[in-house]
């Protein structure tokens, strides 16, 4: 697919986890306390490298007993810790079912301490379930009416982190959406634009469909353009179905084109965006729409041209779209000579794959 100015889609560091950290933030961290069953050597991996993770993260600082236990130290001193972090995470298999249920071991022990915790206290969120096994085995009576953090082999790992990051923080899965009057739009809490509904000089949108949603509203890359003096000032928003807006993008630019395709080949389609800024200038930016339904800019694909090509096609028969552009060849006389580049996946990222160098005598195609 060629673009020359086409308007159809223009119309278109060691921290104590208890204590203030002043290397990361100047507020105090969520402690979060790590109960599990040593069930098997992987399982052990996982849990360590979910601890690592967590305690990356700028607001938590974890408790786990591979950070803090030495030989010669009181286990039992240990576990009582559990009695005064902010949060305890439950990994939930069968063999930690059966150990909490029969209140035997280390697990049994801690088991006390956090049923205590959840008869004590007024808040329901102190424990934080994550389920690892299947559900009917693994999941403790004491913790049956509590919701738990997906981490099932079956599940999306992506999500659920983000999921328990939220649950620790004691943040909604979602936010629940800012009331709007008709036609305005906020991002961020700003209003931004508030159009008619039939405003199209001022706005336009493409619709789209993504796999494994729900039926509802359609998808929306909406475009506002804004009144401005020489280049126009677009913001490109992302309207996924029951979502808040997600700003996309904003440029200066003559004219704005979209297409949504799937360039990788991964039965969900990329946004791509290609606006001009010139007469002969163009500029490219590629969007991946991820299983979250976050959005990120595909790395490689930001690119720009000063003439008047950028293409995307199938160029050597493996299903995914490749990109093609020219660029002018400014230390050669006359300038009509030019360099063209082609761009191809590597993994989830464009990797420049050839250039060629062309002079003016040879036939633009």
């Given at each position: 697919m060629r673009y020359r100015g086409s308007r159809r889609c223009l119309t278109l560091c060691v921290i104590d986890p208890l204590k203030e950290s002043t290397a990361v933030s100047s507020e105090k961290r969520i402690s979060v306390f790590i109960s599990y069953s040593r069930d098997s050597d992987e399982h052990g991996r996982w849990v360590a490298e979910l601890a690592d993770r967590l305690h990356q993260e700028q607001?938590?600082?974890?408790?786990?007993?591979?950070?803090?236990?030495?030989?010669?130290?009181s286990l039992t001193k240990f576990m009582e810790r559990a009695s005064e972090v902010d949060k305890i995470l439950?990994?939930?298999?069968?063999?930690?079912?059966?150990?909490a249920e029969s209140r035997t071991g280390g697990v049994g022990y801690e088991a006390g301490l956090l049923t205590t915790r959840l008869l004590t206290e007024a808040t329901e969120a102190t424990v934080v379930p994550v389920l690892r096994g299947p559900k009917e085995v693994s999941i403790p009576s004491f913790l049956k009416d509590k919701v738990y953090v997906d981490f099932r082999p079956s599940a999306n790992a992506g999500v659920a982190y983000?999921?328990?990051?939220?649950?620790?923080?004691?943040?909604?899965a979602r936010e629940r959406p800012a009331s709007l009057r008709p036609g305005q739009i906020l991002i961020d809490g700003d209003e931004l634009a508030t159009m008619s509904k039939g405003s199209r000089d001022r706005e336009w949108s493409l619709e789209f469909e993504l796999p494994n949603l729900e039926p509802g509203p359609p998808n929306r890359v909406l475009v506002i353009r804004l009144p401005t003096s020489g280049l126009t000032s677009y913001r490109l928003l992302l309207l996924l179905r029951?979502?808040?807006?997600?700003?996309?993008?904003?440029?200066?630019s003559h004219f704005i084109e979209l297409a949504v395709e799937d360039f990788d080949a991964d039965?969900?389609?990329?946004?791509?965006?290609?606006?001009?800024?010139?007469?002969?200038?163009?500029?490219?930016?590629?969007?991946?729409?991820?299983?979250?339904?976050?959005?990120?800019?595909?790395?490689?694909?930001?690119?720009?041209?000063?003439?008047?090509?950028?293409?995307?096609?199938?160029?050597?028969?493996?299903?995914?779209?490749?990109?093609?552009k020219r660029d002018r060849n400014w230390s050669k006389v006359p300038v009509m000579d030019y360099i063209e580049e082609t761009y191809g996946w590597q993994g989830l990222e464009l990797k420049l794959l050839t250039t060629t160098y062309i002079n003016h005598s040879e036939s633009d195609p």
């Open positions: 607001a938590i600082a974890i408790v786990f007993d591979d950070y803090d236990v030495r030989p010669g130290m439950v990994v939930l298999t069968p063999s930690y079912k059966t150990k983000k999921f328990l990051v939220n649950a620790i923080k004691e943040r909604p029951d979502r808040p807006p997600l700003p996309l993008l904003a440029v200066d039965g969900r389609p990329e946004i791509a965006v290609l606006y001009h800024t010139g007469a002969h200038s163009r500029g490219f930016r590629l969007f991946r729409i991820e299983l979250d339904l976050s959005v990120t800019p595909v790395p490689g694909a930001d690119l720009g041209s000063d003439w008047p090509l950028i293409e995307w096609t199938d160029l050597n028969g493996d299903g995914k779209l490749e990109l093609r």
